[in-house]
């Protein structure tokens, strides 16, 4: 099995910046692509970034210019630094992970638990 573990939520200003960190553990081989996804209450939840395992990043228009996703594939840990931050990015925030258990498995994915972004005054 494979948990993800995010951190790095919380309450912030319109403008201000938050980094938040997914720590993969567990029964890894590889990780293939990692990502953030975000879920707004009364909305479906949406892709924020992703990124490969070589490092190429991808964004929502929406992230572009404000978010940088990184990953640190030493520690099987994704990060997002988010900046500029407006009230329309109020969400519960998920990592998600392809993760290949054995080298002759099929990539999995898995998905933490959340960690909230409010930004209010």
């Known amino acids: 099995q494979v948990q993800l573990v995010e951190s790095g939520g919380g309450l912030v200003q319109p403008g201000g910046s938050l980094r938040l960190s997914c720590a993969a553990s567990?029964?890894?081989?590889?990780?293939?692509?990692m990502g953030w996804y975000r879920q707004a209450p009364g909305k479906q939840r949406e892709l924020v970034a992703s990124?490969?395992?070589?490092?190429?990043?991808n964004y929502e228009d929406f992230a572009k210019g404000r978010f940088t996703i990184s990953r640190d594939n030493a520690k099987n840990t994704v990060y997002l630094q988010m900046n500029s931050l407006k009230p329309e990015d109020t969400a519960v925030y998920y990592c998600n992970a392809a993760v290949r258990a054995r080298e002759w498995t099929l990539p999995k994915d898995y998905w933490g638990q959340g960690t909230q972004v409010t930004v209010s005054s």
């Open positions: 990124i490969t395992s070589s490092g190429s990043p």
């Open positions: 567990g029964s890894i081989f590889r990780i293939n692509a």
